[in-house]
C-alpha cells in the first residue's frame, strides 16, 4: 500500500483563487515533499519540509507539516492556469522513497 | 549536465518479449529508483538500489529484474513483457533522505 493518501483526488478552480490539497502518511519521517507532475512528464520537486518544521513558503506555495496527526497541507495561491498539473507527496519508509496518490488540479482562466 | 537519462521514450512490445529500459544519472547520486505510473495513478515504487552494489524490491517486483551496473546506470530489465505491464516509467535518483530528480519516463505499451 502506498505511503501517503492525498485529497481531494481531483480539484477544479478558476484562476486567481487558492489551492490546497492534503496528504496523510503512515510512518514516522525526517521530511515530506512535493512534487509537481505536468501531464504525464517527470515529477518536479517543489519544496521540501523537515520534520521539525511547521510550515514553510515558496513563492506561492505555503507548506504546512502536522507530526502529531500525520498529515501536511500544500496551499498554492493566486492559482493560475499554467498550475494545471498532479501533485504529489513523498516521504521516505527506511530506503524507499514513496509517493502519495497525488491530486489533479484544473485552474480554468 | 544532464540529470537523469532514460532510453527509450517509447516502446511497444509484443506479449512475451523482453527489453530493458535505460536510465543513468550524472549527479554521483548513490540512491536510484524505478517507478511505474497507470493512467490517473500514483508512482508505484518497483525496484530500489540504495547504493552501488545493492538493490532491493520495492512494492510491485513481480515480472522485473533490475541491474546496477555501477554509479551511475540502473537498468530494469522486463524478461517475458505482459499486458499489464503496459504503464509509463519513470527513473529516479537521490542523495537519500533529500529531494527526487526523475527522467522524463518510458511510454511502454504491450500487446
Known amino acids: 500500500s502506498q505511503q501517503g493518501e492525498e485529497d481531494p483526488q481531483a480539484l477544479s478552480i478558476q484562476e486567481g483563487e487558492n489551492a490546497t490539497m492534503n496528504c496523510s502518511y503512515k510512518?514516522?519521517?525526517?521530511?515530506l515533499q512535493w512534487y509537481r507532475q505536468n501531464s504525464g512528464r517527470g515529477l518536479v520537486h517543489l519544496i521540501l519540509?523537515?520534520?521539525?518544521?511547521r510550515e514553510k513558503h515558496s513563492g506561492r506555495l505555503r507548506v504546512t507539516l502536522d507530526t502529531s496527526k500525520k498529515s501536511s497541507s500544500l496551499l498554492i495561491t493566486a492559482s493560475r492556469a499554467a498550475d494545471t498539473a498532479s501533485y504529489f507527496c513523498a516521504t521516505y519508509d527506511t530506503d524507499k522513497l514513496i509517493f502519495g496518490t497525488g491530486t489533479r488540479l484544473q485552474v480554468f482562466p | 549536465n544532464a540529470g537523469v537519462t532514460q532510453t527509450p521514450k517509447f516502446q511497444v512490445l509484443k506479449t512475451g518479449q523482453s527489453m530493458t529500459l535505460q536510465c543513468a544519472q550524472d549527479m554521483n547520486h548513490n540512491s536510484m529508483y524505478w517507478y511505474r505510473q497507470d493512467p490517473g495513478m500514483g508512482l508505484r515504487l518497483i525496484y530500489y538500489?540504495?547504493?552501488?552494489?545493492?538493490?532491493d524490491k520495492g512494492e510491485v517486483p513481480n515480472g522485473y529484474n533490475v541491474s546496477r551496473l555501477n554509479k551511475r546506470e540502473f537498468s530494469l530489465r522486463l524478461e517475458s513483457a505482459a499486458p499489464s505491464q503496459t504503464s509509463v516509467y519513470f527513473c529516479a535518483s537521490v542523495i537519500y533522505g533529500q529531494r527526487a530528480f526523475f527522467g522524463q519516463g518510458t511510454r511502454l505499451t504491450v500487446v
Open positions: 519540509i523537515r520534520s521539525n518544521e
Open positions: 510512518t514516522s519521517i525526517n521530511n
Open positions: 538500489s540504495a547504493s552501488e552494489g545493492t538493490t
